[in-house]
């Protein structure tokens, strides 16, 4: 159901949910009633990813920065924009919300300044927002790793025994370590998820997810002052100074819409604004009724799987499992693959021969298109091939980002979109093994929900349905995050008494749009069993041949040795 | 040294080499003393390979047919043209001697008459010689290779343990079970090689070569009546009937030209013309000095290494071993590597995406130069990447058609060249493995040379020479297979005592053009093990996922199951 369908949704309650993407944030206008989208607008984002160089000075490798100014700029225009495009009043308006990428944070004062904002902090790299993929503080997420399994941290297990370089602890610790001066003068270290619900109500609120995935906030409480003294002195108080404060679950209210924010978005002043939430995890009441075991996968360059489960359980492999962190009162499971539409569009520009651009050149389709389309033309099986999901690394269930990407059983007769069709069955490999090992840890799937840019290929959904040999719902909504958090806005206004009753009402799901084949499903049990010996071999210890070509890969290029070209002498005539 | 540097060459005594090939047959007159290349001429075969249909009629799948009027053809058109070319008078030439693709064989009458010559037999498939990649009789071969091992025949194991469905027996048993009336007339099986030997001097000869590794003429005789028995009664007396003649040592005359073929040919009658001989195991004595331990490796679409040896060694997965196959005197030993250039050729068609091509054309470079200059951009190991060289199946030294190619290591960041450069050294590690395997046998390899076609590749060079850290030499000659027959005309003609001597004189090597370069060997040592380790898991039975990916693909092909395409729904709105 797109906004178009929608155009004369006028009458009744209105929410707002803002998405906030890594290059630009949507807003979305929802009737209350039935969450019908009544219009949206997008404003991207001025100074996008900064990642190059900021103030005239080059940036490290791996660096990703943003700046917070663009976050509240993209309310005062996208929020009035999408209003206009609703055709309602403002005054219709009864709550906001908003989801955003995470780990993005930032350091800020006591009354929410960030600190690049500060005069003289606008050349300092580590006084802006570190956007999600700020991949720098590896170094300091491997030493966080390494001290908590030496001090047997319980926390450690809930994460897949591992904590990322992109979540808040690692980027705090790499603050403190590369501008401690800098580290001093933040009175906080917050999720930009938090910080711009500070903007809208000027109240400070911890959302449950970003503190759960993110904060490593469990059973109560941020790690001990004697695990981050044992990372660095100076970090002791780091989750007492500068984390701390209550926990609010999803979907209740932070506060009312203060003035300024009003005079921002055009919006009616003292409406609800909700808690702040993540962009996967909001999305999982935007699908509809909310229950144990019904996994929501968001698919686009990576996969996402995000899951409530009624028990607590420790499942080999998962991001993180958080009270809380999807919907109060269930434990959010999360797990993820590294690479998955990324692993497509790496074919597509390594992969193709002149040949067929050519042919989808003439014909007017996209190279994916038309790739999909030769892929869907065979039977499984037909091109003898298996390939592993790990061109990205492997984040569930094996969380190893050295592993790396294998295809088995080419032959001279093997064409490129065969290898394709290899791909995009290796991340329908992948997301079966994900659901199998939720299944043997005790949480059982029992519905598969996609949404994310990957449900346009029909091909594509097929497989997956055929691979897991379940029925695949789809969401309803081409807006699924901004839906969602239209969703808890709708909580927080008070509309509905909780997100599951306000997903049962405006969330909205394609049931069982597509059923697997039994026929193709045994075939395809055959090629998993495959890809699960293949998977074990390489993944699990038997032949660490992938650990071994990527150290060879990094010390060659940083040492280098002559290439042969140069040292090939000139043929000369034989005698 | 190419022709036209040895144009003037006209003094002394000349021989000619004829190198009868797939498509057509190249005359080279080369100066008996030197080895001078004085003046060469191809002729194609009007009728080349005849695989689609005959006299009107479709040929089954897998047939390659050829008409042996074409190699009749090729003399008189190639042989008098390479004469005017050298500008020498047809006088001065002593001798002739031809190679042949192999196994070509076919049925022929007592007096050599072929029998598609004969009248009513025109559009008789079986009645034509068949090609060597004439692949229908692969289920003859495989029952001659299980009654070979239930029997525990001496002789299989001198082939590795198989039999090619490609060899004389796999093909002549096909006619009898297909066509036993041509069957039962065909007075004679012969190969092409020795067949157009008779047409040159009127005397029915056997080589050693052919009978050797393609007749399964071993220790003096042919398989026994009761083997060809256990395949099929009526097959009792093949070897007796149609195969059994005296076999002729390389080198020696079969007897002296006719006026028929002096008048064909333009040449004197009555001058020497040598026995028959096969294209690839000619070139030994084209690369120079004969010894054992010296490895000739012709490079083309597939590599074929071959190599003399003072004692009889049983060597696991060479394709053959034969008394004399080579050089009189001496074991012959031939391994080989299924898909080499075939393999880059395949990558080339399906894995350059289109700016590379773009590129290409733009420069003016063909795609494979392009691709070389890249791959030998970065040093070993930088793109981090191992490849098995089985996408057309292994031959040696696991013997195995049903194995496929790997690719392991791939990354969002891994690029086409970087595929490309692992093919290219997944095929040197081929090599190495069978060198290795060589020198584990008893047989060590002491010189590599190589031939053919892909020797003008130099970044393809040093990485064999990296990779078997050994000193690469490389054929003088362009033309190593007519110079190969040139050399044996001189020694049939008496100009030499033996092949030996006059390799000696007439051969040419360009020794140690490549040099291994010992930092880039250390890194191959590496990935070599890699190779090793992967080579057994695939190859030795561990992870038959191979054979297994093939026989889905195989059965799925033939029976199908409806593609994903037609049962997928059309996307629907959202309720």
């Known amino acids: 159901m797109d906004v178009s369908a929608n ?37 991207e984002y001025p100074h996008g990813v900064i990642d190059r160089e900021l103030a ?105 025994g591992k904590i990322s370089s992109e979540w808040q602890f690692a980027k705090a610790l790499q603050l ?13 270290w917050i999720e930009a998820a938090d910080w711009i619900i500070w903007q809208l109500c000027a109240t400070e609120t911890r959302n449950a997810c970003t503190a759960g995935y993110k904060g490593i906030f469990q059973d109560g409480h941020y790690p001990s002052r004697d695990f981050l003294a044992a990372l660095d002195p100076r970090f002791a108080g780091f989750a007492d100074d500068k984390l ?46 909310v229950a144990a075991g019904k996994m929501v996968a968001i698919m686009g360059t990576s996969t996402c799987h995000v899951m409530n489960g009624a028990e607590l359980a420790e499942v080999p492999g998962m991001c993180g499992v958080v009270d809380g962190g999807i919907v109060a009162g269930l434990w959010g499971y999360e797990a993820g693959q590294s690479g998955v539409g990324d692993i497509f569009a790496w074919f597509t520009r390594n992969g193709i021969p002149g040949e067929l651009a050519e042919e989808a050149r003439r014909r007017g389709v996209s190279l994916p298109e038309l790739l999909d389309e ?72 029992t519905e598969l929900v996609v949404v994310g840019g990957l449900i346009k290929s029909a091909p594509l959904m097929q497989i997956y349905a055929d691979v897991t040999r379940r029925p695949l719902s789809v969401i309803g909504s081409g807006q699924g995050p901004a839906l969602g958090s239209a969703i808890h806005a709708a909580v927080a206004a008070g509309a509905y008494p909780d997100v599951p009753a306000a997903a049962a009402a405006m969330g909205r799901i394609d ?57 090939a002498p000139a043929r000369e005539a034989g005698a």
Chains 1, 2 share one sequence.
């Open 244 to 289: 701390a404060h209550p926990i609010s679950p999803l979907g209740a209210r932070a506060g009312r819409l203060t003035r300024a924010a009003a005079a921002l978005t055009g919006l009616p002043a003292g409406i609800a604004v909700a808690v702040g939430n993540v962009d996967a995890h909001v999305t999982v009441p935007a699908a509809g009724p």
């Open 56 to 160: 005239g000075a080059e940036l490290p490798p791996d660096w990703a920065l943003q700046d917070p100014a663009d976050y509240t700029g993209a309310l005062a225009a996208a929020v009035p924009a999408a209003i206009r495009d609703a055709g309602i009043d403002p005054g219709q308006v009864i709550g906001i919300a908003t989801d955003f990428t995470a780990s993005t944070c930032m350091p800020v004062l006591a009354d929410s300044t960030p600190l690049c904002q500060l005069p003289g902090l606008a050349g300092r790299p580590h006084a802006y927002p570190k956007l999600w993929k700020h991949h720098a503080a590896q170094p300091h997420a491997d030493r966080i790793n390494a001290v908590a399994h030496e001090r047997s941290e319980k926390w450690i297990n809930r994460y897949g």
């Open 511 to 567: 049931r069982d749009l597509y059923r697997p084949d039994p026929a193709r499903a045994d075939v395809y049990d055959e090629l998993y069993a495959e890809y699960v010996q293949l998977h074990d071999y390489f993944g699990r210890g038997a032949n660490q041949v992938m650990h071994r070509l990527r150290a060879i890969r990094d010390r060659v290029r940083k040492a280098g040795t002559p290439p042969a070209a140069s040292e």
């Open 176 to 188: 403190l370590e590369e501008d401690f001066e800098l580290y001093q003068r933040a009175d906080r």
């Open 374 to 445: 030769q892929a869907a033309a065979a039977p499984p099986g037909a091109h003898g091939l298996i390939a592993l999901d790990w061109e990205g690394g492997n984040r569930s269930v094996l969380v190893d980002g050295r592993l790396s990407g294998a295809i088995v059983g080419l032959t001279l007769a093997t064409t490129a979109p065969e290898i394709y069709r290899a791909l995009l069955e290796s991340t329908a490999f992948g997301t079966r093994m994900i659901i199998d090992t939720f299944g043997a840890s005790g949480v059982p799937v």
């Open 7 to 43: 155009k004369g949704v006028s009458g009744g309650a209105f929410v707002v949910g803002v998405d906030y993407g890594t290059l630009s944030a949507r807003a979305l206008v929802v009737r209350v009633s039935d969450g019908a989208e009544a219009g949206t607008a997008v404003s």
